[in-house]
């Protein structure tokens, strides 16, 4: 008999075979819903987490940065406040770029070009270290005002720190051009539709090295200088006692502490995540994401300034 006799012979047969291999499928695609190696997609339960923080973030970033303007425009005359100035810039620039963000894990697509993508992707580490550089700063000066050395830092004029910002701008904004267009995405996915798809940059050994170094440096930098500050905040208490509410330099303390905790809710689980991420950036890219958008959190700060006037109506 030929094939082609067979299969005129046997419709019924080759029917219910077909039938078969599609339940079969539908029954394997409904029960298996873990993501094959290389499928990039976010779950639902993240993009609603990631939404539900960039949303949070944009909202209340943003009144904090006008509360945060309000109190600077008139008080810009010494070092710790440019300081906060430059975080007030920073945490600006990023949250411009949030919509984007929000837009993206709402739609699953992105419709805009790839260069902005990159832009978008970068702006968000650029603002974490340069957050995490400014608050390194803000609590150095405030540690050694606090231990008797303010001759060293007043030694440091208004004009030296704004050239010290000026200088820091130029050099940050040279190197998001260098990174965007000699470097950063050079091998990334570029399929239509997708951003944020950059895991296979961390497969270069030179860039796995330095986010290496980078982790650990910001690991190592939150531990210390929260021990510093618990060490401050308990010789504060120790001298006091329940005085110490009415001490200006507590309460200077308390809002330096609020910084400590920021790095070490917001900055210091995403790099030892990192640590791990550096070593399967295929397999956990949508969860880096989740602890990306965590360290964006730390637009939040501008709220701290809220800080002594709730303790003290509290205290009443």
């Known amino acids: ?54 949303t949070t973030v944009l909202v209340a970033g943003s009144m904090g940065l006008v509360l945060m303007v309000s109190v600077l425009r008139s008080n810009l005359h010494s070092v710790t406040t440019i300081a906060f100035f430059n975080l007030v810039l920073t945490h600006f620039i990023f949250l411009l770029t ?46 050694l005002s606090f231990y008797k050395r303010s001759k060293q830092v007043k030694s440091y004029s208004k004009a030296h720190t704004l050239g010290a910002s000026v200088a820091l701008w130029c050099l940050v904004l040279l190197l998001i051009l260098l990174i965007l267009y000699f470097e950063y995405g050079k091998n990334a996915e570029n399929k239509a539709g ?46 006091h006692g329940s005085a110490s509410w009415s001490q200006q330099e507590f309460w200077a303390q308390v809002k330096s502490l609020c910084f400590v905790l920021i790095m070490v809710i917001c900055f210091v689980p995403y790099h030892f995540f990192r640590l791990f991420y550096l070593r399967h950036p295929d397999r956990l890219e949508g969860v880096n994401e989740v602890f990306l958008a965590i ?17 003290r109506t509290c205290k009443r």
């Open 1 to 54: 008999m030929s094939s082609s006799e067979s299969v005129t012979c046997c419709p019924d047969l080759l029917r219910n075979t077909t039938q078969t291999n599609v339940t079969s499928a539908t029954y394997n695609s409904s029960v298996d819903t873990t993501p094959a190696p290389g499928d990039h997609s976010l779950m639902v339960g993240q993009r609603a987490f990631l939404i539900t923080i960039y």
């Open 98 to 143: 949030v919509p984007f963000r929000i837009y993206y894990f709402a739609r699953q697509a992105w419709g805009l070009s790839h260069v902005f993508c990159k832009l978008v992707s970068a702006t968000i580490h650029i603002h974490m270290y340069m957050v995490f550089f400014i608050y390194v700063f803000i609590l150095t000066i405030r540690f």
């Open 194 to 239: 997708q951003c944020f798809r950059f895991g296979k940059e961390l497969k270069q050994e030179a860039v796995f090295v330095v986010n290496c170094i980078f982790c650990v440096i910001c690991i190592l930098a939150s531990c210390v200088l929260g021990g510093i500050q618990f060490h401050i905040l308990h010789s504060i208490l120790k001298e």
């Open 295 to 311: 360290t964006s959190l730390s637009c939040l700060d501008t709220l701290t300034f809220l800080g002594r006037g709730v303790c």
